[in-house]
């Protein structure tokens, strides 16, 4: 583990590679898993307020859970994640025409409908962040859905955190990802000195 600012990263998070394959995995990441995606307080109510922007692109089941329970619940952790429909989707989710999952706020964000991505949680996947007291561990989360990323990003020569430049970026800053960056390097060096 490496330690920048009160972020304490594991180690795997610039040892492997990883770049999603939408092609092969569909996106089932947005669909798998026994709860939906956790999420920041402050998401909650960007959720809520966006919703008009991404109403058009959910299911009916999705627009049903949204009028009751709402967005969001609170799983068997406590913790705040987005509703799901028949203990799967994501309420977000959407489908393009060749069956691909995706994200309704992503695309909303995309046709510059909203100026908000999606929830930090998502962007950031496969890493996955638990805060403690004192720090924040930023962890490598491995679930067999994501094997075809994993052998796509060691074909390309992509590590994790590379290919999550943008959203470490948006969570942590500029000058993080950059200290990350070349401890990283450094770390490369150890590994292939003698």
């Given at each position: 583990?490496?330690q ?14 990883f ?5 092969v995995c569909?996106?089932?990441?947005c669909v798998?898993?026994?709860s ?14 966006i ?5 058009d692109?959910?299911s ?11 967005v ?13 429909v028949?203990?799967k ?9 060749k ?8 695309k ?12 930090i949680?998502c962007?950031?996947?496969?890493i ?21 990323a994993?052998?796509?990003g060691?074909?390309?020569g992509l590590r994790?955190?590379?290919f999550?430049?943008e ?5 942590f ?9 070349l ?6 060096k ?5």
């Open positions: 583990m490496i920048i600012g009160d972020a304490i990263v594991a180690l795997d998070v610039i040892e492997e590679s770049l999603c394959d939408l092609t569909k996106g089932e990441c798998e898993g026994d939906g995606a956790p999420l920041e307080n402050d998401e909650v109510e960007i959720l809520k307020n919703l008009p922007y991404v109403l692109d959910l009916p089941q999705a627009k049903k859970i949204i009028e009751e329970p709402g969001a619940y609170e799983d068997i952790d406590g913790e705040m994640v987005t509703s799901i028949d203990g989707d994501c309420v977000f989710t959407c489908y393009d025409e069956g691909i999952c995706k994200c309704a706020i992503e909303a964000f995309k046709e510059k409908k909203i100026d908000f991505y999606k929830p949680s962007h950031l996947y496969p996955r962040l638990q805060r403690y007291r004192q720090f924040t561990a930023v962890n490598y989360h491995r679930w067999r859905v994501c094997k075809a994993v052998e796509l060691n074909k390309k994790i955190y590379q999550l430049k959203p470490l970026t948006r969570r800053g500029k000058e993080w990802y950059d200290e990350l960056c401890v990283a390097e450094e770390y490369e150890t590994k292939r000195t003698p």
